[in-house]
C-alpha cells in the first residue's frame, strides 16, 4: 500500500515537473508581453527534435543538448517578438484587441511552425534511449531520465525565479508586468523586456521539449497537447502568476497521476473538468491576485 | 431594414442580384449531378459555420471557440434520432439541442471576459468531446456510430435552406436594436449597461441563436459522413476555421465572411487529401499575413482599393 502511495505521488511530481516549466513559460509571455501563446507546445516540439538530432546525428549528450537549444529557441521567440507582436502592438488600440489579436496570430504560429516540422521531419514517432535504467526509490521503480528531468526542472524553475528576485533585469521585468507604462516611464526600455519575457517564455518552452524527449517519444504534432495542459496550469495558478504556474504544474502533475490510477481513460476528461469548473468559480487562480 | 431603404434603385440592384444567385444556387442540382453539389454543400457548411460565428463575436468582440460544440452536438443529435423521425424535425432538434447548450453555457460564462472566455469555450469543446469518448467507451461499448445517410441533393437543399435562414436572421439582426446593443457592448460594456441595455440577455440569446445554426448544419452534415466518433464530431478545426474565414474575408460586411468560407473551403477541397501540410501551412500565413495587413479582411482592402480609385477618377477630371 505505501509503496503504490508512493508510485502515484511520484509518478506525479515526475510528470508535475514538465508541467510545471511548460506552465512558467506561457506565464511568463502572457503575464508580461500579454501574448496568449497558442504555439507554446510548437516551441516544447521544437527543442524535443533539436536534442533528438543533436542525440541521433552527432551523440551530444541531452543535458548538455539542453543549453545548445536555449540561445536557439530564445533567438526565435525574441524575433518573433520583435517583428510581429511589436506591429500589432503598435497597431492595437487598446490591450483587450490586442490580446485577442496576437491570440489568433498564434493559432497562424502553431500551423505554420507544426506543418513545417512535419514537412522537414514527418509525422512518425521518434526516440532515442538515455539513462533508462531503473532506479528504486523505496520499492517504487522509476526510469533515471525521469528523475533527471524532475531535477532540472526544479533547477531551472528555481534559477529563474532567484533571476526574477534578484537581478536588475528581473526587477524591470516585474515592473512591467504590473504596469508597462508606467515602467516605461521609469525608464525601462520596455519593448526590449517584453521581447525578452517572450524569448524567456520560449526558451522554457525548449528546455521542457528537450527533457521531455528524454523519457518519452517524439511527434511533430505533440505540440497541442502540451499546450492545452500548460493552459490548465496557468489558469490553476492564477493566469501571469509564475510562482502558482510552478505549483500549479505539480499539482496538475498529482491529479493526473491519481486519476490515471483509478481510471486512466478519464484523464483528459477530469482535467476540462476541473479547468472548467476553475474558470467559472476562481478565474484568478489558486494564487491569483 | 425597412421599406423607405429598399426603394432606392442601388438596393433594388443589390435585391435582384441576390435573388438570381438564389435561384441558381435552387435550382443548381437540376443542370447535373455531381461534384458542383457536393463541392457546394461544404462551402455551404463553413459558411453557415462562420456567418454563425460573426452574428456573435464580430460586434462583441468575444472570441468563441466553441463552434464545434455546436457543430458536434447537431451531428450526434443527427447520429441518435436521426433513423426514426423525419429529417427535417431532425434538423430542427439538432439546432435545438446546440440553442439549449448554448443557452447554458452563455448564461454561465459570458461574465467572462476577453482571453477567459476564448479559453472557456476552448476548454468546453475538448471537455464536451473528451465526455462523449469516455461515455461511447465505457457504456455503449463501442467507439463512434453509423449515421442514416441521405442523398446529396437533399444534404444540399437542406444546407442551402439553412444558409437562406442564417443570413436573413443575419441581416435582421444587424439591424436591430439587438445589433446595435451588441454593438455597443463590444464597445464599452460598461456603458452599454449604464445606458439601459440588458447586457446578459442580449448577449446569450444571441450567442444561443448563433449556436442553433452551426447546431442544425451539424445535424445535416452528419449524413454526408456516414460514420461519425466524437473525434470527426468534435474535430478542433470546426472552431479555429470559422474564426480565421471571418477574420481573412472580413467581418465588417456580412458577405465578406461568406467569400472567405467559399475561398478556403475551395482550397481546402484543393490540397488537404493530396497536400494536407501545404494547406495548413498556407492557412497559418494566411491568417498571420491577415491578422497583420488586412484588419477589414479582403472585402476592406477591396471597398479600401476601390475608394482610391474612384478618388483618383474625380482628382484627374
Redesign the interface.
Known amino acids: 500500500m505505501i509503496v503504490e502511495i508512493l508510485d502515484v505521488v511520484i509518478a506525479g511530481l515526475l510528470l508535475g515537473g514538465i508541467y510545471a516549466l511548460i506552465a512558467v513559460g506561457l506565464s511568463l509571455q ?1 503575464g508580461v508581453a500579454r501574448v ?1 501563446n497558442i504555439s507554446h507546445g510548437e516551441f516544447i516540439m521544437l527543442g524535443a527534435f533539436a536534442t533528438w538530432i543533436l542525440y541521433t546525428t552527432a551523440g551530444i549528450n541531452p543535458l548538455i543538448s539542453l543549453v545548445m537549444c536555449g540561445p536557439f529557441v530564445f533567438l526565435i521567440g525574441f524575433f518573433l517578438h520583435k517583428t ?1 507582436f511589436r ?2 502592438l503598435n ?1 492595437s488600440p487598446n490591450m ?2 490586442f ?3 496576437s ?3 498564434c ?6 511552425i ?3 516540422a ?2 522537414i521531419w514527418g509525422a512518425d514517432h521518434k526516440g532515442y534511449s538515455y539513462l533508462n535504467v531503473g532506479v528504486n526509490l523505496g520499492g517504487a521503480v522509476f526510469a533515471a531520465n525521469r528523475l533527471v528531468t524532475l531535477l532540472y526542472a526544479v533547477a531551472i524553475g528555481t534559477a529563474f525565479y532567484l533571476f526574477l528576485a534578484f537581478t536588475r533585469l528581473g526587477k524591470a521585468i516585474r515592473a512591467a508586468a504590473q504596469d508597462p507604462r508606467t515602467a516605461g516611464l521609469m525608464g525601462v526600455d520596455i519593448n526590449q523586456v517584453l521581447a525578452l519575457c517572450f524569448g524567456f517564455g520560449a526558451v522554457m518552452a525548449g528546455f521542457a521539449g528537450a527533457l521531455i524527449s528524454m523519457c518519452y517519444p517524439i511527434q511533430t504534432t505533440m505540440g497541442l497537447e502540451y499546450t ?1 495542459i500548460a ?2 496550469v496557468v ?1 490553476l495558478g492564477g ?1 501571469g502568476s509564475i510562482v502558482g504556474s510552478f505549483l500549479g504544474g505539480f499539482l496538475l502533475g498529482l491529479i493526473g497521476s491519481i486519476v490515471s490510477y483509478i481510471e486512466p ?2 484523464y ?2 477530469v482535467f ?2 476541473i ?2 469548473l476553475l ?2 468559480v476562481r ?1 484568478k487562480g489558486i494564487l491569483g491576485k | 431594414m425597412d421599406i423607405a431603404t429598399l426603394k432606392t434603385p442601388k438596393n433594388l440592384i443589390t435585391g435582384a442580384i441576390l435573388l438570381v444567385i438564389l435561384v441558381l444556387l435552387a435550382t443548381l442540382p437540376l443542370y447535373g449531378p455531381g461534384y458542383p453539389v457536393i463541392l457546394l454543400s461544404s462551402i455551404l457548411m463553413y459558411v453557415i459555420l462562420t456567418v454563425g460565428w460573426v452574428i456573435f463575436s464580430a460586434p462583441t468582440g468575444y472570441i468563441s471557440l466553441a463552434p464545434a460544440a455546436f457543430f458536434g452536438f447537431g451531428i450526434y443529435t443527427s447520429a441518435i434520432i436521426g433513423k426514426a423521425i423525419p429529417f427535417a424535425v431532425v434538423v430542427a432538434i439538432g439546432g435545438a439541442a446546440s440553442f439549449c447548450l448554448a443557452l447554458i453555457v452563455g448564461a454561465l460564462t459570458l461574465r467572462l471576459r476577453g482571453i477567459y472566455f476564448a479559453v472557456f469555450t476552448f476548454g468546453l469543446l475538448m471537455l464536451i468531446a473528451n465526455s462523449f469518448n469516455y461515455y461511447e467507451i465505457h457504456f455503449t461499448g463501442t467507439r463512434g456510430r453509423f449515421v442514416m445517410v441521405k442523398g446529396y441533393d437533399t444534404i444540399y437543399f437542406f444546407m442551402l435552406g439553412i444558409f437562406v435562414l442564417l443570413m436573413i436572421t443575419a441581416t435582421l439582426i444587424k439591424h436591430s436594436k439587438y445589433g446595435l446593443a451588441l454593438m455597443s457592448i463590444g464597445q464599452e460594456e460598461e456603458a452599454a449597461e449604464h445606458t439601459g441595455v440588458n447586457v446578459v440577455m442580449v448577449k446569450v440569446i444571441i450567442f444561443a441563436v448563433s449556436a442553433f445554426f452551426m447546431g442544425a448544419a451539424g445535424s445535416v452534415m452528419a449524413t454526408k459522413w456516414t460514420y461519425i466518433d466524437s473525434g470527426i464530431a468534435f474535430y478542433m478545426l470546426y472552431s479555429f476555421m470559422p474564426v480565421l474565414m471571418a477574420i481573412f474575408g472580413g467581418m465588417g460586411q456580412l458577405y465578406g465572411p461568406v467569400i472567405g468560407a467559399a475561398i478556403f473551403t475551395y482550397l481546402e477541397e484543393l490540397l488537404i487529401t493530396r497536400f494536407p501540410e501545404v494547406y495548413m501551412l498556407i492557412f497559418g500565413i494566411i491568417l498571420v499575413i491577415s491578422i497583420l495587413y488586412l484588419p477589414d479582411g479582403l472585402v476592406g482592402l477591396i471597398q479600401e482599393s476601390w475608394k482610391r480609385f474612384s478618388v483618383r477618377k474625380h482628382a484627374d477630371t
Open positions: 502572457y496568449f510581429l506591429s500589432l497597431s483587450n484587441i490580446e485577442s489579436k491570440m489568433l496570430a493559432f497562424g504560429l502553431l500551423f505554420i507544426q506543418n513545417i512535419i514537412l492545452v493552459i490548465i489558469t493566469l481513460s478519464l483528459m476528461v476540462y473538468f479547468f472548467s474558470l467559472l478565474p
